[in-house]
Protein backbone atom coordinates (compact mmCIF):
# COMPACT_ATOMS: atom_id res chain seq x y z
CA UNK A 1 0.00 0.00 0.00
CA UNK A 2 2.89 2.43 0.69
CA UNK A 3 4.31 1.82 -2.57
CA UNK A 4 0.95 2.84 -4.10
CA UNK A 5 1.05 6.09 -2.52
CA UNK A 6 4.80 6.47 -3.42
CA UNK A 7 3.85 6.17 -6.88
CA UNK A 8 1.19 8.54 -6.76
CA UNK A 9 3.33 10.95 -5.11
CA UNK A 10 5.84 10.33 -7.83
CA UNK A 11 2.53 11.19 -10.11
CA UNK A 12 1.67 14.29 -8.36
CA UNK A 13 5.45 15.52 -9.04
CA UNK A 14 5.53 14.98 -12.73
CA UNK A 15 2.31 16.36 -13.23
CA UNK A 16 3.51 19.87 -11.30
CA UNK A 17 6.96 19.74 -13.29
CA UNK A 18 4.78 19.30 -16.67
CA UNK A 19 2.60 22.33 -16.28
CA UNK A 20 4.00 24.37 -14.53
CA UNK A 21 8.11 24.34 -15.41
CA UNK A 22 7.45 23.74 -19.01
CA UNK A 23 5.31 26.23 -20.00
CA UNK A 24 6.70 26.67 -23.19
CA UNK A 25 5.56 23.09 -24.71
CA UNK A 26 2.72 22.74 -26.20
CA UNK A 27 -0.60 20.59 -24.93
CA UNK A 28 0.50 17.53 -27.61
CA UNK A 29 3.83 17.15 -25.71
CA UNK A 30 2.83 17.46 -22.66
CA UNK A 31 -0.36 14.82 -22.79
CA UNK A 32 2.80 12.54 -24.50
CA UNK A 33 4.66 13.31 -21.51
CA UNK A 34 1.90 11.97 -19.21
CA UNK A 35 0.75 9.12 -21.40
CA UNK A 36 4.49 7.95 -21.21
CA UNK A 37 4.75 8.35 -17.63
CA UNK A 38 1.07 6.80 -16.70
CA UNK A 39 2.55 3.85 -18.96
CA UNK A 40 6.08 3.56 -17.07
CA UNK A 41 3.94 3.55 -13.35
CA UNK A 42 1.78 0.84 -14.63
CA UNK A 43 4.18 -1.01 -15.67
CA UNK A 44 6.68 -0.20 -12.45
CA UNK A 45 3.37 -2.14 -10.45
CA UNK A 46 2.76 -4.63 -12.72
CA UNK A 47 6.45 -5.73 -12.11
CA UNK A 48 6.14 -5.05 -8.35
CA UNK A 49 3.04 -7.15 -8.12
CA UNK A 50 4.69 -10.18 -10.69
CA UNK A 51 7.51 -10.21 -8.28
CA UNK A 52 5.29 -10.09 -4.83
CA UNK A 53 3.36 -12.97 -6.25
CA UNK A 54 6.90 -14.86 -7.39
CA UNK A 55 7.95 -14.14 -4.04
CA UNK A 56 5.19 -15.55 -2.07
CA UNK A 57 4.99 -18.42 -4.03
CA UNK A 58 8.71 -19.61 -3.12
CA UNK A 59 8.39 -18.53 0.16
CA UNK A 60 5.56 -21.10 0.16
CA UNK A 61 7.72 -23.42 -1.39
CA UNK A 62 10.57 -23.14 1.11
CA UNK A 63 7.93 -23.52 4.42
CA UNK A 64 6.82 -27.01 2.54
CA UNK A 65 9.79 -28.16 2.11
CA UNK A 66 11.14 -27.67 5.28
CA UNK A 67 7.88 -29.45 7.08
CA UNK A 68 9.34 -32.39 4.67
CA UNK A 69 6.34 -32.65 2.44
CA UNK A 70 6.99 -33.54 -1.14
CA UNK A 71 7.13 -30.53 -3.74
CA UNK A 72 6.38 -31.20 -7.41
CA UNK A 73 8.73 -29.89 -9.67
CA UNK A 74 9.05 -30.57 -13.89
CA UNK A 75 12.20 -33.13 -12.79
CA UNK A 76 10.32 -35.08 -10.50
CA UNK A 77 9.48 -34.43 -6.69
CA UNK A 78 11.63 -32.97 -4.09
CA UNK A 79 11.67 -33.57 -0.33
CA UNK A 80 14.35 -32.64 2.01
CA UNK A 81 15.04 -36.58 2.72
CA UNK A 82 16.95 -36.04 -1.12
CA UNK A 83 17.97 -32.35 -1.21
CA UNK A 84 19.12 -29.56 0.16
CA UNK A 85 17.71 -25.81 -0.20
CA UNK A 86 20.44 -23.60 -1.34
CA UNK A 87 18.91 -20.09 -0.60
CA UNK A 88 21.95 -18.20 -2.64
CA UNK A 89 21.20 -19.64 -6.12
CA UNK A 90 17.37 -20.51 -5.07
CA UNK A 91 17.67 -23.89 -5.95
CA UNK A 92 17.43 -27.69 -4.23
CA UNK A 93 20.49 -29.83 -4.94
CA UNK A 94 20.33 -33.74 -4.58
CA UNK A 95 22.53 -35.03 -1.74
CA UNK A 96 23.96 -38.02 -3.92
CA UNK A 97 23.85 -36.96 -7.15
CA UNK A 98 24.65 -33.64 -9.00
CA UNK A 99 20.90 -32.87 -9.91
CA UNK A 100 20.06 -29.02 -9.44
CA UNK A 101 16.11 -28.19 -9.33
CA UNK A 102 15.12 -24.08 -9.81
CA UNK A 103 12.82 -23.34 -7.00
CA UNK A 104 10.71 -21.23 -9.87
CA UNK A 105 10.23 -24.47 -12.00
CA UNK A 106 8.42 -26.11 -8.96
CA UNK A 107 4.65 -25.78 -8.54
CA UNK A 108 2.43 -25.18 -5.45
Known sequence: MIKFFLYFLI???FLFFIFTLN??????FK???LFFFIFLIVF???FE???LKQDSKVVF??????????IVCKEGNVSNKFFNYES?????????DNLIID???CEL
Open 103 to 105: IRK
Open 61 to 70: LIEKFNHGEN
Open 44 to 46: AVW
Open 88 to 96: GTQSFVSKK
Open 23 to 28: KKSSLK
Open 49 to 51: HKN
Open 31 to 33: LIY
Open 11 to 13: FLL
